[in-house]
């Protein structure tokens, strides 16, 4: 048994089509700064054009269920310039499916949510954006919701920052998480271990009581740091959406 579950990053089909979806919504983008004009598809922004509103479609899921996952997720909504529409159904912005029978819980980053309507076929379109396990009472649903939302509003894992202090012992990473959750070395690079600095972007700092921040189990790294899991937004999740979706 696992101790806790971790989320994964559901991975576009191409960066092109990642790039072409997320600068479509909106150039910022690009994150051309300057006279820096590199076009480097793959280390771009995936965030909503300020002042949308989001249409979240919630496929299978009761009342109950689409309550509590709006009551979480609004908890984002002082920090963004954005307003959230849940309907029932599977059209949306957002494509939520609850309950997924292999326990997966899963969401697209920002804008790739909208990659299958650019080019995919219709089943694609319609296709989950985003798995949560909702049973009624669950004190960390709350948390996931958050962090999931986190990652549909664009964010990215705070534990994944390049900058980060954690003293990653790579080798035993690649092979608890192999024992523990099945996943190859390709799924621990995409999720866990720190991602390649970008020139293209501005980085908030490191912050480790992120609410995107994995809990680091003793396994990962060498020594004894460790980091538990954040049940709330932190003061940088919140520096990190009001700089992503100013206010008018
Ligand atoms: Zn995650």
Known sequence: MTAFSSCRILQPVSDTASYSAATNEHPINTNNTGSRRKRNVGSHTKFWKPGKTLKIAMYNASDEAIEEVRAAASEWLPYVNLTFDFVKGDIGDIRIFLNRPDGIEASQ???????DDIGGTDEQRRGPSMYLNWTPGSHRFRFVVLHEFGHALGALHAHQHPNSDIPWDV?????????????????????????LLSDQFTYQPYDGDSVMHYEIPNEWTVGYWGQ?????????????MRNAYPKD
């Open 109 to 115: 980053i920002g804008t790739d949510a909208l990659i």
């Open 228 to 240: 538990s899991e954040s049940w709330a937004i932190s003061n940088g999740d919140i520096a990190m």
């Open 171 to 195: 080798p035993n990473t690649y092979r608890h998480c192999a024992q523990t959750f099945g996943w190859d070395k390709s799924v621990v690079d995409a999720n866990i271990l720190p991602l």
